[in-house]
């Protein structure tokens, strides 16, 4: 069966060789149409320093682990069997829904081309495939989408390279954090558990992920909004693998959280959140309706995008978005806004507020200022830049485009 994946990767022509250079070649024309192209050039010149110093020095070492064979525990492998059942019935059903809920012709290229094991399992009956796949999302070879493992591994190939990421992406971030906080916090509040085979690095000797720093950041931020509640209902469109909302739950024992999602990217969160915590009760699709009172029953539910219809009026504490909202059509933010907006108390979303994803044709994305969220219903509290994406370059990056906007309702 390894043999088969690692088969399948390369005569596939959306494999690792092809979406690599795809994938470079679609940021330079980004970069060119949105008017960054010059402070792109600028930044690979920033590595030439690297090529004399290496400012991590030992303490920092690379995580991006090789395949791991799945574990044939009991516990596993019945949440993978239910992670599989599940995203069949949302296959055979999304055929039916409307195009609202279809992934932008972003994220379907990315579908396609990297999450073929998830739609091989479900065609050939083979959960060994697909307990593959998610066993090892975290060191995935080609750009799921949901954490940047390609950053990792192409960049560990040359000592240049190799020194750039060791220093600006992890030691750089975690002085960043630790500057933030004015050194209070110990350093494995950046850690998180490691289901899917987690890539990153460890920095003096704590297992840091790509992002850490900006997630537990904004994590504490959305922790403290709701530490006033016994059993809070937390909320997420696109919640990637649920790494931003362990860290906004991991403090609370109590909880709701409910991820809405593209059916393959809900099979990566389901899997993760479910590993972690076992013991909670899980609802999937196809095991029972999702009703406004399922958050009463269930800790942890994952329903596919198109289920957001069926959440219920003031039942949602905090309704997160982090850059989904900015990858999708007008027409599809603006239906996903209507309903968060009728079911949240709090509504938080980071995404780009400068320049916006532009698809087929004239058609383009909505920038973060551009949500119809209701003026009538809603305060903005705050609008900031995510100092995380200010600061990564190590200087202030004016071409950054990540920004934090956080909504309240009004009584």
């Known amino acids: 069966m390894a043999q088969w994946l690692e ?21 330079m024309v980004r970069a060119t149409r949105e008017r960054r192209l010059g402070s792109a050039i600028a930044s690979r010149a920033r590595l030439l320093p690297y090529a004399i110093r290496d ?21 596993e492998v019945e949440i993978v069997d239910r992670v599989f059942k599940a995203y069949r019935a ?32 479900i065609e050939k009956c083979d959960k060994d495939v697909f307990h593959h796949f998610l066993a090892n999302f975290g060191a995935w070879r ?11 591994r192409e960049n560990s190939r040359s000592v240049i390279r190799r020194r750039w990421l060791q220093h600006q992406v992890f030691l750089n971030q975690v002085q960043i954090w630790r500057w933030y906080y004015n050194d209070r916090n110990p350093l494995e509040l950046l850690s998180y558990p490691r289901h899917g085979n987690q890539s990153g690095a460890f920095v003096d ?46 403090d609370h024992e109590r909880f709701c959280f409910i991820d809405f999602d593209l059916p393959e990217t809900l099979c990566l969160a389901a899997y993760y959140m479910m590993m972690t915590w076992p013991d909670k009760e899980a609802l999937l699709f196809g095991e029972g309706d999702f009703a406004p009172d399922s958050h009463e029953r269930y800790d942890l539910i994952f ?64 920038l973060a200022h551009e949500y119809p969220v209701p003026a009538d219903c809603f305060r903005l509290v705050h609008r900031g830049v995510d100092i995380v994406h200010m600061l990564h370059r190590g200087g202030l990056d004016f071409g950054m485009d990540i920004f934090c906007y956080l909504y309240e309702r009004k009584t």
């Open 303 to 366: 329903m596919p995008s198109w289920e957001i219809e069926r959440l219920g009026d003031a039942t949602v504490d905090v309704f997160l978005n982090k850059n989904s909202l900015g990858e999708m059509t007008a027409a599809a933010a603006s239906n996903y806004v209507h309903h968060i907006s009728r079911s949240t108390r709090f509504f938080y979303h980071m995404n780009h507020d400068n320049y916006p994803n532009v698809y087929s044709g004239s058609d383009r994305g909505l």
């Open 142 to 152: 080609t750009n799921l989408g949901v954490e940047n493992v390609a950053l990792i």
């Open 205 to 250: 000797g704590v297992f840091v992920g790509v992002g850490s720093v900006g997630v537990e950041i904004h994590g504490e931020l959305i922790s403290n909004l709701i530490s006033d509640i016994d059993r809070p209902v937390l909320a997420d469109l696109g919640a990637g693998y649920g790494k931003f909302d362990y860290f906004c739950l991991r």
């Open 90 to 121: 949302m296959v055979e059903y999304r055929a039916k829904i409307d195009e609202l809920y279809q992934p932008s012709s972003l994220w379907q290229q990315t579908l396609d081309a990297c999450y073929w094991p998830l739609a091989a399992g």
């Open 7 to 27: 088969a399948q990767s390369w005569v596939r022509p959306e494999g690792e060789w092809a979406v690599s250079i795809l994938g470079r070649l679609g940021a």
């Open 55 to 75: 400012p991590a020095g030992s303490r920092v070492e690379l995580h991006c682990p090789e395949y791991v064979k799945p574990s044939g525990e009991a516990v």
